[in-house]
């Protein structure tokens, strides 16, 4: 199998749009983690995506903005929101490499709701708020439904020099094109498309997160091993697509 290559501005690889939005004030937090802890974690007809035969746990916060259909406008107050997500990078049997959500927690109810009927994303709805004090970023989230409600996360970064030459792993955890998850059955592949990502390294100054663990995760074992921000992009999301069922 030919697994396709870790790039940071491919070419669009669909003709129709089915989701507009923009990611604005994104900090990515990366750990280190061995493959076969979240191979179980991954739907069928994936398996871990790894850099050096390492797997990888993220750790994202930032703010949705514009959510709409299509090539019309962004839905009013229910399409802008704030949201963290913890994920997994996957790798189908076709060679696509993706994320795998963990997690999506976010501020608005009615895009939980959606996502959770239509892709059965594992949306859930939750109080957060990002407070900016210069190139200070706190970013504090609280689990409202379905649960375990009450976890928390609140992580605190300092948002650094822009960055010209990415790391193999800051394009790895970043240059994602895809996503993959269950849904009715089948596995699907949702494509997306944005420019390449203008990046910042970020220093990690506080962190006291329950998400990843409550993911399914264990918790992150010292500091992580990439701390990236961004000022954002605009994104585009194809239609999805099966894959072939095995077996």
Known sequence: MDIERVDPAPDRAFRR????????????????????????????????????????????????????????????????????????????DTGRRAVVFRSLDASRLVPVLVARATLRLPYLWSSMRLDRDGDLRTYRCRRRWPGPAGTTSRMVVRVGEPITDPTPLEHFVTARWALHTRAYGRTLHLPNWHPRWPLHRAELLHLDDELVTAAGLPAPAGPPVSVLHSPGVPVVFGPPAALPRTG
């Open 17 to 92: 749009r089915v989701l507009r939005q923009r990611w604005e004030d994104l900090t990515f937090l990366h750990w280190a983690v061995e493959p076969e802890l979240v191979a179980p974690l991954l739907p069928a007809g994936t398996r871990p995506d790894t850099l050096g035969g390492v797997a990888h746990v993220g750790l994202i916060g930032f703010r949705m903005v514009g959510l709409g259909l299509g090539r019309g406008p962004g839905v009013p107050y229910l399409g802008t929101f704030w949201e963290t997500n913890v994920r997994l990078y996957s790798v189908d």
